[in-house]
């Protein structure tokens, strides 16, 4: 089977789904972006042109482009205008039973070609694959945060995900510029488990020091200026949002048998509970504004 990749579907138009739908339509592709209201699909659109904008700003995207890079997005309340896909990468919540039940529509709506991928954090593609008829066309394809900017794509191989399946998104993450790696289908890939202690005992050291913000704000910098990392643990969680990291983090506890080492933390919970999620909701562990 040969693949030519011309039309993308993305589902959820959330902090993922947006920047793997500006991306692929900045690279030529057509775009066509799918979430469950309205309101939510013009919020992502705001977001692209602002990213459109910031690209231009910096010099890595001519002025004129910008209307062309919007034409070849399109934005859809209904599953079924994506039928016609080349490939469907879903960036819904990591919650695998609406992520099963997804895919399973997807299934008997796309055409048999269409490749259906997923950008999971955690979860596994076997399973993914497992609710659909066509096991051997279902991989990962992990993008990272902030999409436009990240190398790095973790390409996720399934148990009957087929070579050509395989070799097809690798080809497809090269032609949008990154670096793909072949990741086993474990619990976190290879970057969310080694990523899992660094939020880990950050939340541990914050909880023993009673929540204080000069400890939080030490930890950051500390990571940063001595560590070498690009961010500290909580301004990443942040930007990642408390509720997908508290959720990755349950789900790769829970995937390996509830492991200590991946406890998820009372305090990520507290923050989901009080909807603190981060720069999305403009507070998490620090405040931003709008
Ligand atoms: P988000 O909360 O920002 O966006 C999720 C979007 O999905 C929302 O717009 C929501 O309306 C939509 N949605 C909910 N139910 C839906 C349904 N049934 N059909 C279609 N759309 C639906 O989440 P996100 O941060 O974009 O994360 C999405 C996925 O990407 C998760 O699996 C997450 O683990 C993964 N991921 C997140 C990051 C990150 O840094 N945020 C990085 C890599 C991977």
């Not at 497992?130 to 990962?140: E, H, L």
């Amino acid at each position: 089977m040969t693949f030519d990749i011309k039309t993308i579907g993305i589902l959820g138009s959330g902090t993922m789904g947006s920047g793997i739908a500006q991306l692929c339509a900045q690279q030529g592709y057509e775009a066509q972006l799918y979430d469950i209201d309205q309101s939510l699909l013009d919020n992502a659109l705001r977001r692209i042109e602002a990213g459109l904008q910031k690209a231009v700003e910096k010099g890595k995207l001519a002025a004129e482009q910008v209307p062309l890079v919007l034409g070849r997005l399109t934005v859809h309340t209904q599953l079924s205008d994506l039928a016609g896909c080349d490939v469907v990468i879903e960036a819904i919540p990591e919650d695998l039973a609406l992520k099963q039940d997804i895919f399973k529509q997807l299934d008997s709506l796309c055409k048999p070609e269409t490749i259906l991928a997923s950008n999971t954090s955690s979860l596994s593609i076997t399973a993914l694959g497992g609710a659909t008829k066509r096991p051997q066309q279902v991989a990962g394809l992990h993008f990272f945060n902030p999409v436009p900017v990240m190398k790095l794509v973790e390409v996720i191989r399934g148990q009957r995900t087929s070579d050509e399946t395989m070799n097809a998104l690798t080809g497809f993450a090269e032609s949008l510029g990154k670096t793909a790696v072949i990741a086993k289908d474990t619990p976190g890939f290879i970057v969310n488990r080694v990523a899992r202690p660094f939020y880990g005992e950050a939340l541990k050291m914050l909880g023993e020091h009673g929540s204080n913000p000069d400890m939080l704000k030490t930890i950051d910098t500390v990571m940063r200026e001595a560590g070498g990392f690009k961010m500290g643990p909580f301004e990443l969680m942040d930007l990642i949002g408390i509720d997908v990291n508290f959720a990755v983090t349950q789900s790769v506890w829970s995937a390996y048998f509830q492991l200590s080492r991946y406890r998820p933390h009372p305090i990520q919970q507290r923050m989901v509970h009080a909807g603190l999620l981060g720069r999305k909701t403009g507070e998490g562990f620090y405040q931003y504004e709008s």
